[in-house]
Structures are given as C-alpha cells and as structure tokens.
C-alpha cells in the first residue's frame, strides 16, 4: 500500500477507509475555524476555501454516494448549530445560495461532487484520443465516473431544491430565491423578478384608522375657522385704555405706564391674591369727599357714607343731663349715698 497524490492506493483504492479519512479531516478543519469567532461572512468564505477543498481533491477518484454527500452537508449544519451560527428554524435554502441572491454562499458538498465528476466525465468523452476512447468503453463502473453511461445533466440546484415543501419563506427574499440566474430570450434584462407588493384592500385596519383620523383632524380644523375668538371684558378695557392713554401728554404717558407697571408687578407677586373681607355695614373712608376726583365710584361711596353718618348724628339725642343715660345714672347713685 502506498500514497500517490494524498491517495491510498494498493491494488486497488479502499474507498470506505478514504472516506472516513476524509470526513474527519474535514470535520476537524470546520470545528477549527468555527473556534476562532470569526464573522458570519468571513467564516463561509473560510470554510469554502479551506475546509471543503479537502473533499473537493477527492470527487471523481473516491465513490461518494449521495447519500455520504447528503451527510457530510448535514454535518456541516450540525457543526454550524452547535457553535450558534446557524438557527436550528433557519432556511435550509438560504444557506448555500449566493450571496448576491441573498442567501450566506455556502458551498453545497453534494453539487460540488456533482458538478465535478460531470465534469471530469465531459473532459474524458470529448478526447479524440484512441487510448482514452478504449478505456472509457471498459468503464462500466469501475471508477465514479461511469464513462460507459451517457452524460447525464446535473441541475446546480439539485439537493438543494428537492420539492415545494423545501422552500421556506424568510422575510422578503421568499420569492427570490426561486428565481434562476440562468437568462432568458424573452428578457434582455438581467435583473431579477421582484416580489410584488401587498395589494391594500378597503378593510385593512390600518387603512381605516388612518382614514378616521384625518376625518377628526379635518373637522377640528373647519371648527377652528369658523369659530372666531369672542372678545372679552378685559381685552375691551384694556384697547379703551390704551386709546385713551394715547391722548395725553408724553409726561402723563410715562406716568401712567409706571403706574400701571407697578400694579402688575404687585400682581405677580401675589399682592391682590388676598380674600377681600366682607363688611355687614359701611364704614367710614379716610378720605374726604372733596380730595376724591369727581364722577368716580370712590366719591359716591365716600358721599353716601358721609350722608348716613351725618343723618345718623342728627338722629342722636342730645348731651344734657335729662336725656343722657350717664346723668341719669349718676343722680340715682347720689340719691342713694
């Protein structure tokens, strides 16, 4: 037994012990770059260019079965699982179409050994060679190849696409990862079909809250404009004050501005706040009538008071000693001593 070109060889190629060989190698170059933490992109083109060469050198020398093949992808899942980069629920298909398709460009074992031995088997049955055309007759068999068989085509997405049930849809690329990259006469584009968009039906909730809104907006805005703001008391007041502050002189003006600045003033500081107390009767004002400017409410009230005050005097009795209760009291204590 002997090694030709990584190959054990002997009479005769002992294809069981190579494909172990092979698979552990393989096995143990994937679990090695799925331990250094790299990216998701970085470690599929790692895995493509390191680990799953390793496989390729033997497709078309070593019998693989689909079968093997079929395990050695499912291998590689496990492995990718195992080390929390790949999701046990996540697209099958996805995984190993091309990036560019949307999909993570990881190399399918069972298309690679495919695509290789029909390959190798065109090369052979297209050599005009007479040697090689005699030899190609005796294969019945005897090596992967089969050069005794016809060409048979091989599909690039054959085991990866087996049936409809195999396609998951996941997110926006569900309908693009059935579409081929292989062109068409009707197309001269080679741009790809795009999913069409969710046709909106007249119950869509979101339609119909949105619809119901605007209605609201619409309506408080027409309420807005037809409704003018009232004018109120103060607003009167204070355009009669301004109008008439207007007529006076600039002296005055500032006057009456500094005036009317330092009420404001008490009034944010909360000076008039103060509940006004009650009185059951009038009473009498500290200023006279005739200091009170005329026609103001000031000068009426302080009259009136005035008036009642002096009618209230006038009803009086008078201070002799016959109609005072005092004198009175005092004979009647001098009487008695």
Known sequence: QYRYLGVCQDSRINHTQLKKEFQEKYK????????????????????????????????????????DLDELDRLTRRLLTKFRQLHTNSSVIRLYLPRRRGGRGLLNIKNQCLNQ?????????????????????????????????????????????QDDEDVVEDGDHSQQLLVTEQPTAASSSDTPNRPKKRARIADDSNTTIMKCAFEILKGAANNLHKQAP?????????????????????????????????????????????????????????????????????RLESLTVHISMQSAADALPTTSSQSSPRASIVSQFSDYV
């Open 28 to 67: 143990s170059r994937v679990t090695k770059l799925l331990n250094t933490l790299l990216s998701g992109g970085n470690l599929i083109k790692a895995i493509n260019s390191w680990a799953v060469p390793v496989l390729t050198y033997s497709f078309g020398i070593v019998k693989w079965s689909v079968t």
């Open 117 to 161: 031995e029909d390959s190798l088997r065109r090369k052979i049955l297209n050599n005009r060679d007479p040697l090689i055309t005699a030899i190609a007759r005796e294969d019945a068999g005897y090596t992967p190849l089969s050069l005794e068989c016809e060409l048979i085509p091989v599909d690039e997405t054959e085991g990866v696409l």
């Open 230 to 298: 009232k004018p109120t008391e103060t607003d009167a007041f204070f355009a009669y004050a301004a109008t008439k502050v207007n007529n006076y002189s600039v002296q005055v003006q500032k006057l009456v501005q500094h005036a009317v600045f330092e009420i404001l003033m008490k009034a944010d500081s909360g000076y008039y706040d103060w509940p006004t107390p009650n009185y059951e009767r009038p009473y009498s004002c500290p200023i006279q009538p005739e200091t009170v400017p005329p026609h103001s409410e000031h």
